[in-house]
């Protein structure tokens, strides 16, 4: 079971969402902070770190000793990463999607693949807890391929909750795709209601079954819930504003650390998403 936890824009309880149900879950639960330009699930979880290691993403070295100056790897170059200029070749390592191409193309065997860091991964553990997240080289802006090298280390015999990036560009769409379920964290307000829209439809061209949880639910107005009903998404929990909840956020504790009343709340909500996620189940294999 895949859980993936996102919202439109960022600030909205996110987080506070992914690193609680983790906790509440607690042993035989994988948590992937995929927030990799700004991962911050550490901050709550406390984990033991235990080890780290550097991702790297292949990108073209020429060899000029051998190169022709024949144009075909610019020609082939989808991102402008490589390209013939005068009587030299030069590569843009940062734009390379490292997909090859060039390598492939070169009649003189001129390219060779070379390295470049995106970031790092680091694995630890709280308890029971298994907790992984990636860490973008800063001025790096390939996202994606970090963020799938994370989540190759999703087990499928364990529940992985993901706490996706905020937003609904490539970085989110590669925290998402492959999830059973995806769990939009949300607040009651018309920049809210805006981005979930931009959320929810990135999730409906996935094919994923999705929820909402509404934070700061007190707060706003009721268009957010006149949306979802509209939709068909369901609301799943709603999160009222606490001051003590703020302040406790504020100094990196835990929601159901500090109101132990919520852990129930939130295996609530798991089983809620275990229901949800076998009813698309029979959907699906009923419409086959
Ligand atoms: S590996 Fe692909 S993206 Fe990178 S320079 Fe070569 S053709 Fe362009
Ligand atoms: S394809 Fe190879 S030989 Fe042709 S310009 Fe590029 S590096 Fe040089």
Redesign the pocket.
Known sequence: MIISIASGKGGTGKTTVATNLAVSLGDGVQLLDCDVEEPNAHLFIHPVFEKKEVVST???EVDETKCNLCGK?GE????K??VVIGKTVL??QE?????????EVCPEHA?REGQRALGEIEFGRRNGLEFIHGRLRVGEAMAPPLIRKVRSFAHADKVTIIDAPPGTSCPVIASMKGADFVLLVTEPTPFGLHDLKLAVGAVGILGIPCGLVINRSDMGDDRLREYAGAEGIPILMEIPFDRKIAESYSRGELLVDVRPEWKEKFLRLYEKIKDLVREAGETGREEQ
Request: hydrophobic content about 40%; charged content about 0%.
């Open positions: 292949g990108v073209p790897c082939i170059c989808q991102f990463a490589i590569s843009f734009l390379c999607h490292s997909c090859g191409g060039c390598m390219i």
